[in-house]
């Protein structure tokens, strides 16, 4: 939700937009989100930071049409074609850098718990 919330602010900020709220415009990103990303499978356990990068592509790519197609019934037309491209490239780049993120930060605290750990267990005192 975060990603799609940072990419609004962006958006709004950039068009100096002052209609509706930061809230109102990420709602079909995060709602488009939130019915995709289960499905297919950008919740499943990765195995790698390129690995946890592709497992949400179809997820993005998805929830980027649906919340472009929630977008456009909301406002009564829909968005111009750059719009959907930006979306996209946008979102992409904003989620796959998150996810990147976090698999290096989890895998990090992950290995460094198991030393940890292994080093507790394996004390010959």
Same mark, same amino acid.
């Given at each position: 939700?975060?990603?799609?919330?940072?990419?609004a602010a962006i958006g709004r900020s950039s068009h100096s937009s002052d209609?509706?709220? $930061?809230?109102?415009?990420?709602?079909?990103?995060?709602?488009?989100?939130?019915?995709?990303?289960?499905?297919?499978?950008?919740?499943?356990?990765?195995?790698?930071?390129?690995?946890?990068?592709?497992?949400?592509?179809?997820?993005?790519?998805?929830?980027?049409?649906?919340?472009?197609?929630?977008?456009?019934?909301?406002?009564?037309?829909?968005?111009?074609?750059?719009?959907?491209?930006?979306?996209?490239?946008? #979102?992409?780049? $904003?989620?796959?850098?998150?996810?990147?993120?976090?698999?290096?930060?989890?895998?990090?605290?992950? #290995?460094?718990?198991?030393?940890?750990?292994?080093?507790?267990?394996?004390?010959?005192?």
């Open positions: 939700a975060a990603a799609f919330a940072v990419f209609e509706g709220s $930061l809230l109102a415009t990420a709602a079909p990103f995060m709602l488009a989100w939130a019915l995709a990303a289960p499905p297919l499978g950008a919740y499943k356990d990765r195995t790698s930071a390129l690995q946890a990068l592709r497992q949400i592509m179809p997820a993005v790519v998805a929830a980027v049409l649906f919340g472009c197609t929630l977008r456009g019934l909301t406002q009564d037309h829909m968005p111009a074609p750059p719009f959907w491209v930006v979306s996209l490239v946008a #979102n992409t780049i $904003l989620l796959g850098g998150w996810r990147m993120i976090y698999f290096s930060v989890v895998e990090r605290t992950s #290995n460094a718990l198991d030393e940890f750990a292994k080093a507790i267990v394996d004390d010959d005192d």
